[in-house]
């Protein structure tokens, strides 16, 4: 089965930008692998940010975008808040199997 | 509004099953696939496989395939999914998740934890 890799941990400042990516063991990401990302917040369910490469839902702030950056999956948040200090995963789509990558926790500091 | 409604907590014994429901409304239920997740005590989230209300079609994960089952009940838009043969390692939350296929997730459900005691 395929893995999916996330960093571990990222810290960036309030008003920052910040890259999160997300990679596949089987080779590069590409729409195909209909990336998913989903925020977490402590005691909460997930929630979607963005399916499909980059369809953002209504309740998606402007600044999550994501997309397809050098072989991988990428969520970019731009003019960082506070409140986006979360847990963040990207699943991919391998051919009937879906994985999670292992999270990035987001601190803003 | 789309709501995903779960079933509370359970707690069970070791080989023991237990049986998550998910209510749905809001929306049409075969027109979405239903899919479930579940995420341990301080780890990550992890796929557990889909279910297509429409035809009954499933896909499962390898690590639980042969131990669960995924059903929907179209007359109350509800769908559960079933884990037999219980163990430690099955203590977690679990939640389910409306999908468009098994590609694209959008509403959750607020989760059912699930304590397995020995």
């Known amino acids: 089965q395929a893995v999916v890799t996330q960093e571990p941990s990222l810290t960036v400042s309030p008003g920052g930008t910040v890259t ?17 990302w989903f925020q977490q917040k402590p005691g909460q369910a997930p929630r979607t ?15 999550f975008s994501a997309s397809l950056l050098g072989g991988k999956a990428a969520l970019t948040l731009s003019g ?3 409140e986006d200090e979360a847990d963040y995963y990207c699943l991919l789509y391998h051919g009937g199997v879906q994985v999670f990558g292992g999270g990035t926790r987001l601190t803003v500091l | ?54 035809n009954g079609h499933t896909d499962y994960s ?13 007359s109350t838009s509800t ?32 989760g059912s934890l699930v304590t397995v005691s020995s």
Not at chain 1, 20 to 36: E, W
Not at chain 1, 49 to 63: E, G, I, K, V
Request: hydrophobic share 30%; glycine share 8%; aromatic share 10%.
């Open chain 1, 20 to 36: 999160l990516t997300c990679a596949s063991s089987t080779g590069a990401v590409t729409s195909a692998n209909f990336p998913n």
């Open chain 2, 62 to 74: 390898q690590k639980v395939q042969g131990r669960v089952t995924m059903t929907t009940d179209t």
């Open chain 1, 49 to 63: 940010l963005t399916s499909s490469t980059n369809d953002r839902h209504s309740w998606t702030p402007a600044r």
């Open chain 2, 79 to 110: 769908a559960y999914m079933e884990l037999r043969s219980l163990r430690s390692d099955d203590t977690a939350t679990y939640y389910c998740a409306r999908s468009q296929g098994d590609i694209s997730f959008d509403f959750w459900g607020q």
């Open chain 2, 1 to 54: 509004q789309v709501q995903l409604v779960q079933s509370g907590a359970e707690v069970k014994k070791s080989g023991a099953s237990v049986r998550v429901s998910c209510k749905t409304s809001g929306y049409t239920f075969n027109r979405f696939g239903i899919s479930w997740v579940r995420q341990a005590p301080g780890q990550g989230l992890e796929w557990l496989g889909w279910i297509s209300p429409d």
């Open chain 1, 80 to 82: 960082v808040q506070p």
